[in-house]
Protein backbone atom coordinates (compact mmCIF):
# COMPACT_ATOMS: atom_id res chain seq x y z
CA UNK A 1 0.00 0.00 0.00
CA UNK A 2 3.14 1.94 0.29
CA UNK A 3 2.79 5.39 -2.58
CA UNK A 4 5.57 7.37 -3.62
CA UNK A 5 5.33 11.24 -4.29
CA UNK A 6 7.15 13.34 -7.06
CA UNK A 7 6.57 17.32 -7.59
CA UNK A 8 5.81 18.05 -10.86
CA UNK A 9 9.30 19.26 -11.94
CA UNK A 10 10.67 16.10 -11.48
CA UNK A 11 7.70 13.96 -12.73
CA UNK A 12 8.67 12.52 -15.75
CA UNK A 13 12.17 11.53 -14.73
CA UNK A 14 11.27 9.50 -11.86
CA UNK A 15 8.38 7.68 -13.53
CA UNK A 16 11.04 6.13 -15.99
CA UNK A 17 13.39 5.32 -13.34
CA UNK A 18 11.04 3.66 -11.51
CA UNK A 19 9.40 2.07 -14.34
CA UNK A 20 11.85 -0.86 -15.07
CA UNK A 21 10.14 -4.02 -16.20
CA UNK A 22 6.75 -5.25 -15.67
CA UNK A 23 4.12 -3.62 -13.27
CA UNK A 24 2.61 -6.24 -10.32
CA UNK A 25 -0.80 -5.59 -9.07
CA UNK A 26 -0.55 -4.44 -5.43
CA UNK A 27 -3.49 -5.26 -3.27
CA UNK A 28 -5.26 -2.12 -1.91
CA UNK A 29 -4.84 0.03 -5.25
CA UNK A 30 -7.40 -0.08 -8.57
CA UNK A 31 -4.83 -1.64 -11.49
CA UNK A 32 -5.24 0.54 -14.77
CA UNK A 33 -5.35 4.02 -15.74
CA UNK A 34 -6.67 6.73 -13.03
CA UNK A 35 -8.20 10.39 -14.75
CA UNK A 36 -6.22 13.56 -13.96
CA UNK A 37 -6.97 15.07 -10.45
CA UNK A 38 -5.53 18.21 -8.22
CA UNK A 39 -2.96 17.17 -5.76
CA UNK A 40 -1.44 14.39 -8.31
CA UNK A 41 0.90 14.69 -11.18
CA UNK A 42 -0.92 14.72 -15.08
CA UNK A 43 0.47 13.36 -18.08
CA UNK A 44 1.79 15.65 -20.52
CA UNK A 45 -1.63 15.00 -22.66
CA UNK A 46 -4.41 13.59 -20.33
CA UNK A 47 -7.33 11.67 -21.24
CA UNK A 48 -10.78 11.64 -19.38
CA UNK A 49 -9.56 8.22 -18.01
CA UNK A 50 -5.61 8.05 -18.14
CA UNK A 51 -4.32 11.20 -16.71
CA UNK A 52 -2.42 10.33 -13.72
CA UNK A 53 1.67 9.48 -14.28
CA UNK A 54 1.62 6.10 -12.10
CA UNK A 55 4.92 4.22 -10.80
CA UNK A 56 5.99 0.69 -11.72
CA UNK A 57 8.16 0.64 -8.49
CA UNK A 58 8.19 1.48 -4.70
CA UNK A 59 10.39 0.34 -1.22
CA UNK A 60 12.57 -0.80 -3.10
CA UNK A 61 14.24 -1.87 -0.17
CA UNK A 62 11.29 -4.58 0.27
CA UNK A 63 11.34 -5.21 -3.84
CA UNK A 64 7.56 -4.36 -4.11
CA UNK A 65 6.43 -3.22 -7.70
CA UNK A 66 2.79 -1.54 -8.54
CA UNK A 67 0.57 0.73 -10.10
CA UNK A 68 1.36 3.76 -7.87
CA UNK A 69 0.20 7.39 -8.59
CA UNK A 70 2.83 10.27 -7.96
CA UNK A 71 1.94 12.97 -5.87
CA UNK A 72 2.52 17.05 -5.77
CA UNK A 73 3.96 18.62 -3.40
CA UNK A 74 0.87 20.01 -2.05
CA UNK A 75 -1.18 17.19 -1.63
CA UNK A 76 -3.37 16.44 1.11
CA UNK A 77 -5.71 13.84 2.22
CA UNK A 78 -8.42 15.66 1.14
CA UNK A 79 -7.00 15.18 -2.68
CA UNK A 80 -7.15 11.37 -2.29
CA UNK A 81 -8.91 9.59 -5.16
CA UNK A 82 -10.31 5.80 -5.53
CA UNK A 83 -7.77 5.02 -8.04
CA UNK A 84 -4.53 6.55 -6.50
CA UNK A 85 -5.29 6.22 -2.68
CA UNK A 86 -7.84 3.72 -1.73
CA UNK A 87 -7.21 3.59 2.02
CA UNK A 88 -7.58 7.19 2.53
CA UNK A 89 -10.79 7.41 0.46
CA UNK A 90 -13.82 6.72 3.13
CA UNK A 91 -15.64 3.56 1.95
CA UNK A 92 -19.30 3.50 1.06
CA UNK A 93 -22.03 1.25 2.62
CA UNK A 94 -22.37 -1.92 1.39
CA UNK A 95 -25.90 -2.44 -0.25
CA UNK A 96 -28.73 -4.74 1.55
CA UNK A 97 -28.97 -7.85 0.06
CA UNK A 98 -32.05 -8.39 -1.91
CA UNK A 99 -35.08 -10.52 -0.12
CA UNK A 100 -34.99 -14.21 -1.47
CA UNK A 101 -38.52 -15.11 -3.34
CA UNK A 102 -40.98 -17.01 -1.51
CA UNK A 103 -44.44 -17.84 -1.89
CA UNK A 104 -46.95 -14.78 -0.62
CA UNK A 105 -48.84 -16.26 3.00
CA UNK A 106 -52.26 -16.44 3.21
CA UNK A 107 -53.87 -13.46 4.01
CA UNK A 108 -54.51 -13.33 8.05
CA UNK A 109 -56.70 -11.08 10.15
CA UNK A 110 -55.83 -7.75 10.87
CA UNK A 111 -52.69 -7.03 13.58
CA UNK A 112 -52.60 -4.56 16.22
CA UNK A 113 -51.32 -1.13 15.29
CA UNK A 114 -47.30 -1.23 15.19
CA UNK A 115 -45.62 0.62 17.67
CA UNK A 116 -44.11 3.51 16.68
CA UNK A 117 -40.36 2.50 15.02
CA UNK A 118 -37.23 3.33 16.96
CA UNK A 119 -35.03 6.13 15.59
CA UNK A 120 -32.39 5.32 13.00
CA UNK A 121 -29.41 4.87 15.17
CA UNK A 122 -26.46 8.44 13.88
CA UNK A 123 -24.70 7.13 10.72
CA UNK A 124 -21.16 5.84 11.80
CA UNK A 125 -17.81 8.73 11.79
CA UNK A 126 -16.06 8.17 8.74
CA UNK A 127 -12.32 7.27 9.58
CA UNK A 128 -10.06 10.62 10.17
CA UNK A 129 -6.87 11.45 8.60
CA UNK A 130 -4.25 13.70 10.80
CA UNK A 131 -0.50 14.31 9.33
CA UNK A 132 1.80 15.23 11.88
CA UNK A 133 5.41 16.46 10.70
CA UNK A 134 8.44 15.64 12.73
CA UNK A 135 11.93 17.81 12.19
CA UNK A 136 14.99 15.41 11.72
CA UNK A 137 16.91 17.44 13.56
CA UNK A 138 15.14 16.45 16.44
CA UNK A 139 15.16 12.55 15.59
CA UNK A 140 18.53 11.90 13.88
CA UNK A 141 21.98 13.21 13.94
CA UNK A 142 22.53 14.86 10.60
CA UNK A 143 23.38 11.89 7.89
CA UNK A 144 22.45 9.40 10.22
CA UNK A 145 19.23 7.15 10.82
CA UNK A 146 19.47 5.95 14.58
CA UNK A 147 17.05 8.23 16.40
CA UNK A 148 17.88 9.74 19.13
CA UNK A 149 16.53 10.01 22.64
CA UNK A 150 14.96 13.69 22.45
CA UNK A 151 13.81 11.77 18.94
CA UNK A 152 12.14 9.27 21.04
CA UNK A 153 11.07 11.36 23.36
CA UNK A 154 9.00 13.19 20.01
CA UNK A 155 7.98 10.29 18.72
CA UNK A 156 6.41 9.60 22.13
CA UNK A 157 4.82 13.35 23.22
CA UNK A 158 3.49 14.02 19.26
CA UNK A 159 3.01 10.49 18.04
CA UNK A 160 2.15 7.43 20.70
CA UNK A 161 -0.25 9.97 22.16
CA UNK A 162 -2.51 10.53 19.52
CA UNK A 163 -2.12 6.70 18.58
CA UNK A 164 -2.92 5.42 21.46
CA UNK A 165 -6.39 7.70 21.75
CA UNK A 166 -7.44 6.04 18.61
CA UNK A 167 -10.34 2.88 18.72
CA UNK A 168 -9.96 1.44 15.81
CA UNK A 169 -6.85 2.35 13.97
CA UNK A 170 -6.47 1.03 10.26
CA UNK A 171 -3.26 2.38 8.67
CA UNK A 172 0.37 4.82 9.73
CA UNK A 173 1.85 5.97 7.11
CA UNK A 174 5.24 7.38 7.68
CA UNK A 175 7.12 8.73 5.05
CA UNK A 176 10.97 9.96 5.38
CA UNK A 177 12.39 13.26 3.78
CA UNK A 178 15.81 14.98 3.16
CA UNK A 179 17.13 17.54 1.42
CA UNK A 180 18.93 18.24 -1.59
CA UNK A 181 22.58 18.05 -0.61
CA UNK A 182 24.19 14.58 -2.25
CA UNK A 183 22.26 12.34 -4.94
CA UNK A 184 19.16 11.26 -5.23
CA UNK A 185 20.26 7.44 -4.80
CA UNK A 186 21.86 8.25 -1.17
CA UNK A 187 19.43 10.29 -0.35
CA UNK A 188 16.52 7.84 -1.25
CA UNK A 189 18.11 4.76 0.96
CA UNK A 190 18.72 7.93 3.85
CA UNK A 191 15.39 8.38 3.88
CA UNK A 192 13.67 4.74 3.96
CA UNK A 193 16.48 3.86 6.41
CA UNK A 194 14.96 6.89 8.73
CA UNK A 195 10.97 6.33 7.57
CA UNK A 196 11.93 2.22 8.80
CA UNK A 197 13.75 3.47 12.10
CA UNK A 198 10.74 5.67 13.15
CA UNK A 199 8.09 2.15 11.91
CA UNK A 200 10.77 0.25 14.44
CA UNK A 201 10.24 2.13 17.40
CA UNK A 202 6.70 2.52 17.29
CA UNK A 203 6.10 -1.06 16.78
CA UNK A 204 8.60 -1.54 19.89
CA UNK A 205 5.94 0.63 21.51
CA UNK A 206 3.56 -1.73 20.98
CA UNK A 207 1.79 -0.36 17.68
CA UNK A 208 1.05 -3.29 15.11
CA UNK A 209 3.63 -3.88 12.50
CA UNK A 210 0.75 -4.53 9.58
CA UNK A 211 -0.77 -1.21 10.02
CA UNK A 212 2.11 0.61 9.61
CA UNK A 213 3.64 1.87 6.15
CA UNK A 214 6.90 3.29 5.25
CA UNK A 215 8.53 4.98 2.38
CA UNK A 216 11.70 7.44 1.44
CA UNK A 217 10.97 10.43 -0.54
CA UNK A 218 14.55 11.21 -1.14
CA UNK A 219 15.11 14.91 -2.08
CA UNK A 220 12.42 15.04 -4.54
CA UNK A 221 9.66 16.84 -2.24
CA UNK A 222 11.42 19.66 -0.67
CA UNK A 223 9.24 22.13 1.56
CA UNK A 224 7.35 24.73 -0.58
CA UNK A 225 8.64 28.19 -0.53
CA UNK A 226 12.52 27.18 1.23
CA UNK A 227 15.00 29.27 -0.72
CA UNK A 228 18.45 28.21 0.33
CA UNK A 229 21.10 29.83 -2.31
CA UNK A 230 23.88 30.30 0.56
CA UNK A 231 27.28 29.26 -0.41
CA UNK A 232 28.78 28.21 2.45
CA UNK A 233 28.29 24.65 3.04
CA UNK A 234 27.37 25.02 6.87
CA UNK A 235 24.86 27.49 6.63
CA UNK A 236 23.32 26.34 3.17
CA UNK A 237 22.72 22.49 5.88
CA UNK A 238 21.49 24.99 8.77
CA UNK A 239 19.36 27.11 6.39
CA UNK A 240 17.78 23.43 4.03
CA UNK A 241 16.71 21.84 7.97
CA UNK A 242 12.88 21.89 7.30
CA UNK A 243 13.38 19.81 4.14
CA UNK A 244 15.34 16.77 6.75
CA UNK A 245 12.07 15.69 8.15
CA UNK A 246 9.60 12.60 8.64
CA UNK A 247 5.88 12.90 7.85
CA UNK A 248 3.33 10.39 9.76
CA UNK A 249 -0.07 9.86 8.41
CA UNK A 250 -2.65 8.26 10.84
CA UNK A 251 -6.17 6.95 9.31
CA UNK A 252 -8.54 5.94 11.96
CA UNK A 253 -12.09 5.87 13.54
CA UNK A 254 -13.15 6.91 17.36
CA UNK A 255 -10.80 9.14 19.29
CA UNK A 256 -11.65 8.04 22.94
CA UNK A 257 -12.39 11.03 25.45
Not at 77 to 97: E, F, G, M, Y
Not at 98 to 126: L, M, N, R, T
Not at 153 to 179: F, M, P, R, S, Y
Request: with cysteine.
Amino acid sequence: MTRRLVSGAVAGLFAAAFAGGAVAQTKGYVPGTAPCSPGYVCNANPTPTDGVVKSGVYNSTAGLSGNLCYRQGYWTPANATLQCDPDLVPKPPAPAPAPAPGVAPPPSPSPAPAPAPAPAPAPAAAPQVQKITLASKALFDFDKAVLKPEGKAAIDAEIITKLNQIQKLELVLVTGHTDRIGTQQYNQKLSERRADAVRDYLVSKGMPKDKIETLGMGKTQPVPGLNCQQKNMKELIACLAPDRRVEVEVKGEGIRR
